[in-house]
Nanobody, 123 residues
Framework: QVQLIESGGGLVQAGGSLRLSCAAS????????MAWFRQAPGKEREFVAA????????YYADSVKGRFTISRDNAKNTVYLQMNSLKPEDTAVYSC????????????????WGQGTQVTVSS
């Protein structure tokens, strides 16, 4: 059972930046996918960004492309989400997730989830 611990959420003004971290409790494998999802009040959970541990491929939702960057530190079993040029519509609970497969992006494909961290962007 992989446990995921997120940190780094908070309140920021529009145009500001935040960096989220997600630490996995045990070793992850190069064929696994690590991703960030978010869920705003009254909306479904949606994909934000994903990366593979081994290959370095990254994927982004169109809504965050060019503003958010996902990266990883394999030695620390940690994935980061750097969020720049934040907008009020980015306000949501952000959760990280792990899929034991390459290239996963649908939330049904992910096996482990963190508790989530709140990001609030004020206008």
């Amino acid at each position: 059972q992989v446990q995921l611990i997120e940190s780094g959420g908070g309140l920021v003004q529009a145009g500001g930046s935040l960096r989220l971290s997600c630490a996995a409790s045990e070793r992850t494998f190069s064929t696994w996918t690590m991703a960030w999802f978010r869920q705003a009040p009254g909306k479904e959970r949606e994909f934000v960004a994903a990366t593979s541990w081994g290959g370095g491929s990254t994927y982004y939702a169109d809504s965050v492309k060019g503003r958010f960057t996902i990266s990883r530190d394999n030695a620390k079993n940690t994935v980061y989400l750097q969020m720049n040029s934040l907008k009020p519509e980015d306000t949501a609970v952000y959760s990280c997730a792990v899929a034991k497969r390459v290239g996963a992006r649908r939330r049904e494909s992910f096996d482990y989830w963190g508790q989530g961290t709140q990001v609030t962007v004020s206008s």
